[in-house]
């Protein structure tokens, strides 16, 4: 049986970690299966795999001890092809490479960070990203957005690329529980590039409960923002209670394709997303695209209150159509067993 590892460079409950960890049961009656990370998280105990290799140096951008002794263990359980899936990671198998020309290397783009958070180095990063690419067998793109900005952003070869749509698989669905307010929610990590600011500040005037389920460096500051009707969460692990809530609304600078908004999706709620990388392709008449400011946020707030049976009804047959795992899983078998052949 073939050996496939998955890469990430942390092991938190994040949108990369639960594609990862769908992966790894899609793919595990067709491959052995092994997972690499930075610490033994939330991806290490949720997931079941023949061997975890864990190692805090892959947080450094580049370490010649974490690329050598990574490189000494796919070589001994002699893996088949990498699949990494965040920045470090996408440099490490890509190095690997170099000293181990047996395995084949997929780089998964959540978003080209090279384009959206490079800053002042944002031409170096992207130069190196495209260097990079000459390495990778292929680069899978989780959004069509994604795989315009390869190939024409970054110049990356169209024969390079490969675009599989994020799929999850559904969440399931519970009796919602009565509620005089309509309840929004927001699923997130609260860090940049995520702007739940701006999502409490446009909804401190209506008469809706605001519940925020996601913890980090910006629960303080966003506290000091809060009122009556805002509800910190904290982190959930496998947070999956959708169906209690009537919206779902994500604001960001920058996304890739997700996932949040998929679960949201898969139970039915009417979605409001930045109208930043891929959130375009997750709406079809079932929510509202939306600039970063509270005007246009509190718009389509209410617009969803006024459509919610029409948006919450084509919210889940898109994400039926386009987005569930159980239908897709053969193309992403399909596509891993073709890279190693």
Not at 4 to 27: D, H, P, R, Y
Not at 147 to 170: G, H, R, T, V
Not at 322 to 341: G, P, V
């Amino acid at each position: 049986m073939k050996k496939i590892l998955f890469l990430v460079t942390k092991s938190i409950n994040g949108g990369a970690q639960k594609w990862t960890k769908e992966q790894i049961e899609v793919c595990s009656d067709a491959f052995k299966c092994y997972l690499g990370t930075g610490e033994d998280g939330w991806l290490v105990q949720n997931t079941s795999v023949e061997n975890s290799f864990i190692d805090a140096r892959i947080y450094k951008r580049f370490c010649i001890t974490y690329l050598m002794r990574f490189v000494k263990y796919i070589k001994i359980n002699k893996i088949d092809i990498i699949v990494a899936s965040s920045a470090n990671a996408g440099i490490y198998a890509r190095l690997a490479k170099l000293f181990y020309r047996d395995v084949k290397v997929v780089y998964v783009t959540h978003g080209w960070s090279s384009i959206y958070n490079g800053g002042k180095l944002k031409f170096l990063y992207m130069f190196i990203e495209k260097q990079l690419s000459k390495i990778s067998d292929s680069i899978l793109c989780v959004s069509k957005n994604d795989y315009d900005n390869a190939k024409n952003i970054l110049k990356i070869k169209e024969n390079k690329l490969k675009l599989l749509p994020n799929s999850i698989f559904p969440m399931q669905s519970t009796a919602k529980s009565r509620n005089l307010k309509l309840k929004v929610l927001t699923v997130a990590r609260l860090t940049p590039p995520k702007r739940v600011d701006l999502l409490i500040d446009a909804l401190e005037h209506l008469d809706i409960e605001l519940h925020i389920v996601g913890d980090g460096p910006l629960r303080e500051e966003l506290s000091l923002l809060k009122h009556a009707n805002t509800i910190f969460h904290g982190e959930v692990d496998n947070f999956h209670d959708f169906s209690q809530y009537d919206i779902f609304a994500l604001i960001s600078d920058s996304e890739g394709l997700p996932l949040s908004a998929l679960e949201a999706m898969s139970c039915g709620l009417p979605l409001v997303l930045s109208d930043v990388g891929g959130c375009s392709e997750l709406i079809d008449e079932n929510g509202f695209l939306v600039k970063n400011n509270g005007a246009a946020i509190e718009k389509a707030i209410l617009n969803c209150i006024e459509n919610l049976e029409f948006l919450s009804k084509n919210s889940k047959k898109l994400f039926d159509k386009k987005f569930n795992l159980q239908n897709n899983k053969h193309l992403y078998l399909e596509y891993y067993k073709k890279m190693i052949l």
